[in-house]
């Protein structure tokens, strides 16, 4: 999949051609990864969950001791608005994936530790892409993951925050790749599932009470708090799943009946193999295909 290259970009308060020097090379993003960003989606103009997404961005921000800029709120409403406005993403059938990157900034100095004394504010940047389908193969058939030989250690106080430094994450998807698969999942210090390099994972299992359940890795696990992740947590409530956080394992994702990845662009994405082997039935799962179906309903296909 590669996505249509965007003609325009927003830089800090400003629609401007993607083309063009916008950052200086100085740009502590550039230089060390010390940024954060969120890519969300936009349906018809309207942004979804910009809220929650803007919550994450500050909660990422403060970690790393970020200034975002007074108001980035309503700066990021805005600019987003333009911005879809600029690409013609704004109209009924628009359909986005929009990602905001806030870096540190520029600063000229060498070394790791940001000036104490100076204010330094985020370089703000949102670019919109048009939303591509996944691959017919992908919904049909069902993604295929493997293990990361990455593993993460819960205790990392970085590793539940959406940093721009993702060579971990390159480096799983180059796994997948090279082993042919479509993603592979991260697995804690101990051995216990985490997440994919893009998304949460879910399993559907029947408990021994007979009760089906809908298991996803605790907070715990080393994972980003993802928002869909959350709605599919209430929404499990709601369609008569029992919603599970724990430590689940391996074993466990090969054992269940279903399972599948989720994330604010590409929504419920089924998953059939594990490591070479099918799960469940070895086809998308009906829980799987009412949740992407239910989480489309609200806020389009
Ligand atoms: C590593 C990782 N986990 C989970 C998610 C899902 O988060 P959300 O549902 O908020 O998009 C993402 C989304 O980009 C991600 O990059």
Same mark, same amino acid.
């Given at each position: 999949?590669?996505d249509?290259?965007p003609?325009?970009?927003?830089?800090?308060?400003?629609?401007?051609?993607a083309?063009?020097?916008?950052?200086s090379?100085?740009?502590?993003?550039?230089?060390?990864?010390d940024g954060?960003?969120?890519t969300l989606?936009a349906?018809g103009?309207?942004t979804?969950?910009l809220?929650?997404h803007t919550?994450r961005l500050?909660?990422s921000?403060?970690?790393?001791?970020?200034?975002?800029?007074?108001?980035?709120e !309503?700066?990021? #409403?805005q600019?987003? %608005?333009? +911005?879809l406005?600029?690409?013609?993403?704004?109209g009924?059938?628009?359909?986005a $994936?929009v990602r905001?990157?806030c870096?540190r900034?520029?600063?000229?100095s060498r070394?790791?530790?940001?000036?104490a004394s100076?204010?330094?504010v985020a370089?703000?940047?949102?670019?919109?892409?048009?939303v591509?389908?996944?691959?017919?193969?992908?919904l049909?058939?069902g993604?295929?993951?493997?293990?990361?030989?990455?593993?993460?250690?819960?205790?990392?106080?970085?590793v539940?925050?959406k940093?721009t430094?993702?060579?971990?994450y390159?480096y799983a998807?180059?796994?997948a790749?090279r082993a042919g698969?479509?993603?592979?999942?991260?697995?804690?210090m101990?051995?216990h599932l985490?997440?994919s390099?893009?998304?949460?994972?879910?399993?559907?299992r029947t408990a021994?009470?007979?009760?089906?359940e809908? !298991?996803?890795? #605790?907070?715990e696990? %080393?994972? +980003?708090?993802?928002?869909?992740r959350?709605?599919?947590l209430?929404?499990?409530? $709601?369609?008569?799943?029992?919603?599970?956080?724990?430590?689940?394992?391996?074993?466990?994702?090969?054992?269940?009946?279903?399972a599948?990845v989720?994330?604010?662009?590409?929504g419920?994405?089924p998953?059939?193999?594990?490591?070479?082997?099918p799960?469940?039935a070895g086809?998308?799962?009906?829980?799987?295909?009412?949740?992407?179906a239910?989480?489309d309903?609200i806020?389009?296909a």
């Open positions: 999949m590669s249509a290259a003609r325009f970009v927003w830089v800090d308060g400003a629609v401007r051609p083309e063009g020097t916008h950052l090379v100085f740009d502590r993003g550039f230089q060390l990864g954060i960003f969120e989606r349906k103009g309207r979804t969950e809220a929650e919550e500050r909660r921000a403060d970690g790393l001791a970020i200034q975002l800029p007074d108001g980035i !309503a700066q990021l #409403a600019g987003i %608005a333009d +911005l406005a600029a690409e013609g993403l704004d009924p059938d628009g359909d $994936s905001i990157t870096s900034g520029p600063w000229t070394g790791l530790l940001p000036p100076e204010h330094l370089t703000v940047v949102i670019q919109a892409w048009p591509t389908p996944p691959p017919a193969a992908w049909e058939h993604l295929s993951l493997v293990a990361s030989a990455v593993r993460r250690d819960p205790g990392n106080p970085i539940t925050l940093t430094s993702r060579a971990d390159v998807k180059l796994e790749r698969a479509d993603d592979a999942v991260f697995l804690t101990s051995g985490s997440e390099t893009t998304a949460n994972i879910f399993l559907v021994p009470d007979g009760v089906v809908l !298991a996803t890795p #605790a907070l696990c %080393a994972i +980003l708090p993802g928002t869909t959350s709605w599919l209430r929404w499990a409530a $709601s369609a008569g799943l029992r919603p599970v956080e724990g430590w689940l394992t391996p074993d466990e994702l090969a054992a269940a009946g279903e599948f989720c994330s604010s662009v590409a419920v994405l998953v059939t193999r594990f490591n070479g082997h799960i469940g086809v998308p799962g009906p829980w799987t295909l009412r949740a992407r239910d989480r309903a806020f389009g």
